[in-house]
């Protein structure tokens, strides 16, 4: 079990417990305590409703080309942007800050 | 006017499904969809992705799958409305139920059956707040005709293969094509953003990349300019006639959410075990519809479709009693026979 922080997009910070054994993803685990995260395309990289921008210099896995090619399509991108759904919940991700991005109209 | 038994509102797996199974009751169905395309998410979102939780098929594409799904119904001669979106529902003076599209068309029907899954299909919008003002007065999301922009200066947004395709096609029509792009590298088919970089080799088309609109301003007439961000050359002001950002379909729940449908944040409300909603004669089915335990699967979708039918039949035919029988006791024949009596 690690810890990830969610800033929800009140503001409202929430302190998550990840398991790292259940091959959950940030889109999964944020959906597992009903934060208001979409995951329309169900994590496949195919929708960007779980922007979310990087807060801590946590080491992630590099992104795949289908993760780049989707946020190509998203809005209020920048260097932080990651989708949640392509982040594996990992033991080196224990104390992972993230911001979630505004949602799309 | 098109009359029918069963409206299906959505063309993905589960419409399309929906119409073998009403098809084995002899109902008649119209799908209408706001895809130019039958197969909804399968064909928009994720064609090349293999499923493997349809029964008896270890692995199938999307794509494929949507196929079959095509060639199992076709007996059945279902008719279509694509490339329209479901507008208004009213009830006629017979009972009846009546949907409007987007371009007009009316169809008439006993049952709705909304297969609409995630919603309809729509450009998605850079969130710029003037951006609303100027749709259509220069601000187009996607081309219908290309010689609307013949010598107008246009703008493309996106780094996909609409904005790489329309870039090639409007070219030779426009005065000056501009493509805006977030990043340096594009998705898209490797030929044509080869093409695309040979025209921007010859001058002929203005490529700005790592850059994006983050704002347009016009008169009460019509778009002006767009405000372009760029790392390379900071923010600056672009005259344009035309700005078309090209960023994908995204899915809106849009009009149904006005049909006075009980509904909640998962979805249209049902109830078992016919995945009727609060509406009597209008049913919800796959990944629209919730209710205790549901599972947004394309084979719970296909069951749900399946139990639903036996109940939109009495909508039909109220007067008649319903035989099941199973498509081998059937065989090929008999399930024709029904087909042609359609």
Request: charged share 25%.
């Amino acid at each position: 079990m690690i810890r990830i922080t969610v800033i929800d997009r009140e503001g409202k910070e929430h302190l998550l417990e990840a398991p790292t054994d259940m091959h959950m993803n940030v889109m999964e685990l944020c959906k597992a305590y009903e934060l208001a995260v979409k995951g329309t395309c169900g994590g496949m990289a195919m929708c960007s409703t779980c922007h979310v921008y990087i807060l801590s210099d946590t080491k992630l896995p590099d992104m795949k080309p289908e993760e780049e090619d989707m946020l190509d399509q998203a809005f209020f991108v920048d260097s932080r942007s990651r989708l949640g759904c392509q982040l594996m919940i990992s033991p080196e991700m224990d104390g992972l800050k993230v911001r979630l991005a505004p949602e799309e109209d | 006017m098109i009359q029918t038994d069963l409206i299906i509102i959505g063309a993905g797996p589960v419409g399309l499904f929906t119409v073998f199974e009403a098809g084995l009751l002899k109902l008649r169905c119209h799908l209408v969809d706001i895809l130019p395309q039958p197969g909804g998410q399968l064909t928009e979102i994720y064609p090349k992705k293999p499923i493997y939780d349809i029964p008896g098929l270890p692995s199938i594409l999307a794509k494929d799958l949507t196929a079959n799904l095509i060639k199992q119904i076709q007996p059945f001669r279902p008719t279509f409305s694509l490339g329209e979106r479901a507008e208004k529902l009213e009830r006629t003076d017979t009972g009846d139920w009546r949907v409007t599209t987007s371009e007009g068309t009316l169809v008439q029907g006993k049952v709705v059956v909304l297969a609409a899954g995630l919603g309809s299909f729509e450009p998605r919008k850079p969130p710029i707040p003037a951006l609303a003002r100027y749709e259509n007065k220069g601000v187009d999301y996607f081309i219908k005709d290309p010689e609307k922009y013949r010598d107008k200066d246009i703008l493309i947004a996106g780094g996909g293969d609409s904005a790489l395709d329309w870039t090639l096609d409007l070219v030779d029509v426009a005065r000056t094509v501009w493509l805006v792009h977030r990043r340096s590298e594009f998705r898209g088919a490797p030929d044509s953003i080869e093409k695309v970089m040979r025209l921007v080799e010859m001058g002929q088309v203005h490529l700005l990349t790592n850059a994006q609109v983050i704002d347009v301003h016009g008169d009460q007439e019509r778009l002006r300019q767009v405000v372009i961000s760029s790392e390379e050359m900071g923010q600056f002001t672009q005259n344009v006639d035309h700005f078309i950002p090209l960023f994908g379909l995204t899915p809106k729940l849009g009009p149904l959410e006005h049909w006075g449908l009980e509904t909640s944040k998962e979805g249209v409300q049902v109830s078992f075990p016919h995945y009727e909603t609060n509406v009597p004669g209008i049913f919800a089915v796959g990944d629209i519809n919730t209710y205790e335990g549901k599972l947004k699967l394309i084979l719970c979708g296909f069951h749900e479709a399946t139990l639903m039918v036996q109940r939109a039949f009495h909508y039909v035919h109220p007067d008649q009693k319903l035989s099941f029988k199973y498509t081998t006791v059937m065989g090929e024949q008999g399930l024709l026979k029904k087909a042609e009596s359609l």
